[in-house]
């Protein structure tokens, strides 16, 4: 089994897709109950307490006998409208700022529902998640946080070029 575009699924940057269990009350407005439940978002994990404003680039968390590296938040494609029922959730799920988070798998191992996620070894680097996500909306952008995750060794060749373009049409 594969996966079927390897330029925008999966992937050693896109491994494992973890979502948080806390955004659910947000989605309430928009979709019903029962679509709320683990893989709603298409996440090979259902997270709590593992939010993008805290995870950091470049994180690592061990579940189980795996260890994961949090790399950069999902940017999801039409796909998830057609399985959600609802064509507009690709552009809500962007203005939302709640992306979950890819993770590169750094040890393989096994995972098991309910066990414990660990921050097994903490990023050296200050940028977080969800300073990506803040790159991926439209306005001006913070020129600091851009070229701190510029620094970090942890990025994909498409999140280095996207953040090089924006410091490029900022400066």
Not at 66 to 75: E, F
């Amino acid at each position: 089994m594969g996966q079927a575009d390897l330029r925008v699924h999966g992937g050693r940057d896109k491994a494992v897709y973890a979502y948080p269990q806390e955004h659910w009350a947000y989605w309430q407005q928009w979709l019903p109950v029962s679509l709320l439940e683990p893989g709603a978002f298409g996440e090979n994990l259902t997270t709590t307490g593992l939010l993008e404003s805290d995870v950091r680039v470049g994180d690592c968390f061990q579940i189980g006998t795996a260890v994961l590296m949090a790399i950069q938040p999902r940017r999801p494609c039409v796909k998830l409208g057609i399985r959600l029922g609802r064509p507009t959730v690709v552009r809500e799920f962007e203005q939302a700022g709640r992306s979950g988070i890819y993770f590169r798998v750094r040890q393989a191992g096994i995972i098991a529902a309910g066990e414990a996620i660990t921050l097994l070894e903490p990023s050296p680097h200050a940028v977080t998640i969800q300073d990506m996500v803040a790159c991926l909306a439209p306005g001006p952008h913070d020129l600091d946080k851009v070229r701190a995750l510029l620094a970090t060794p942890y990025l994909s060749v498409s999140w280095r070029e996207r953040l090089i373009r924006l410091l490029a049409s900022q400066v």
